[in-house]
């Protein structure tokens, strides 16, 4: 027997609760991790909040990401031992997830831990750190380079905003954060943002054309923010859109991209394909401060998993959980 959060759900009722099940509650997978630590997402605290429909199957246990060692395995690429980690496909959503003592998974979903971190540090960048650096990428293929100007990234108190101001300033880059927590100023500060935007001044309808600013924008709130970001990046700038922690609308004019050349970039971290997670793992490893990685995160154990899902909703967690599945 081990420990799983689980979640059931019947006509009248959604139910979360910390749990003991055995492995023939799992699904069929040809790899069986000991997960060492999983990490608490937007996602996740949809899921174990239900306030969206995240969770497609039920009973589930919810956590789109875990790190661990492989328990055993019929998959040619990972042995018995083996140090791996998980994002997406559908985990936690469709297929039971991270905050579990255990998951049987597809071989082909997992990538070896990255020589850079142990598997507390992969999980303290998770899904949301993993997303930052799909932003950040996106930016470089589509031309941004540092001396081009300033770069927007919005929610920068959260998990994605926070580890894509840490890279984007190893980078080099001129970082104006978004919050709506301007008590968290030196946070993001210190983190290398150079400035500051209070979350009002773009959080309202706007016009289709503002001012020209940004280079780039690493956006995770949608609605009138991503609306208005479009509106004020500069010719030829190219805005990433990840996120939805504003709203799933988008109310905005096609005005920046065909009179400004502005491109905007979708990123989905979920079903990204086996080469593009490779670089990004690899990417963390040379361009994350492993330190600014130390100021972003708090651990909690798996029984103080649930509560946290209301807390992170309710926007009181600063950075990145890390959920060490065996407390
Ligand atoms: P967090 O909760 O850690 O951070 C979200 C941040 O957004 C908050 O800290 C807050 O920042 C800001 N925010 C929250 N509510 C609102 C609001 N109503 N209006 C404007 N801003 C708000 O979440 P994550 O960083 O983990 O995820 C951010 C978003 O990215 C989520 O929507 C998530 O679903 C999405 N995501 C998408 C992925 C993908 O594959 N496309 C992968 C990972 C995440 P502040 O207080 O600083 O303003």
Redesign the pocket.
């Known amino acids: 027997m081990f420990k799983s959060i689980l979640i059931n759900k019947t006509d009248s009722d959604y139910q979360v609760k910390l749990t003991e099940i055995d492995e023939s509650s799992l699904p069929e997978g040809d790899v069986t991790v000991d997960i060492q630590y999983s990490s608490l ?3 996740d ?1 949809l899921a174990i909040t239900g306030k969206s429909p995240v969770v497609r199957r039920f009973p589930m246990i919810p956590g789109i990401d875990f790190a661990g060692t492989v328990a055993s395995s019929s998959h040619p690429d990972f042995d018995t031992g083996m140090s791996v980690i998980l994002n ?1 496909w559908g985990v936690g959503e469709v297929h039971m997830g991270g905050f579990s003592q255990k998951a049987q998974v597809k071989g082909d979903w997992l990538v070896p831990l990255p020589s850079a971190f142990d598997s507390r540090q992969a999980m303290a960048i998770g ?2 750190g993993y ?1 930052a650096m799909l932003c950040v990428l996106a930016l470089e293929k589509n031309g941004v380079t540092p001396d081009q100007g300033e770069i927007l990234v ?8 926070s580890v894509a101001v840490a890279i984007l300033s190893k980078l080099g880059y001129q970082i104006v ?5 301007p008590e ?1 100023s030196d946070y993001v500060m210190s983190l290398g943002a150079a400035e500051i935007l209070n ?1 009002s001044e773009l ?1 309202e309808p706007g016009r289709p054309l503002a001012k020209e600013r940004w280079a780039g924008v690493v956006d ?4 009138h ?1 991503l609306a208005n970001a479009c509106a004020s990046t500069r010719y030829g700038g190219v805005v990433t859109a ?6 799933m609308d988008f109310p905005a004019s096609v005005a920046p991209f065909i009179l400004r050349g502005v491109s905007l970039i979708g ?4 079903m990204c394909s086996k080469n593009i997670r490779l670089e990004a793992w690899e990417r963390l490893g040379q361009d994350l401060d492993l330190t600014k990685l130390g100021n972003i995160v708090h651990e909690i154990g798996l029984s103080k998993t649930i509560e946290a899902a209301d807390d ?2 309710a ?1 009181k ?2 950075g ?1 959980v890390v959920i060490d599945v065996n407390q």
């Open positions: 997402n937007y996602k605290a997406g899904t949301a997303t919005t929610g920068a108190t959260g998990g994605v905003g954060g978004l919050t709506g927590r968290e979350r959080s995770v709130v949608g609605s923010v990840c996120g939805l922690a504003g709203g990123v989905d971290s979920v992170l909703l926007g967690i600063r990145r």
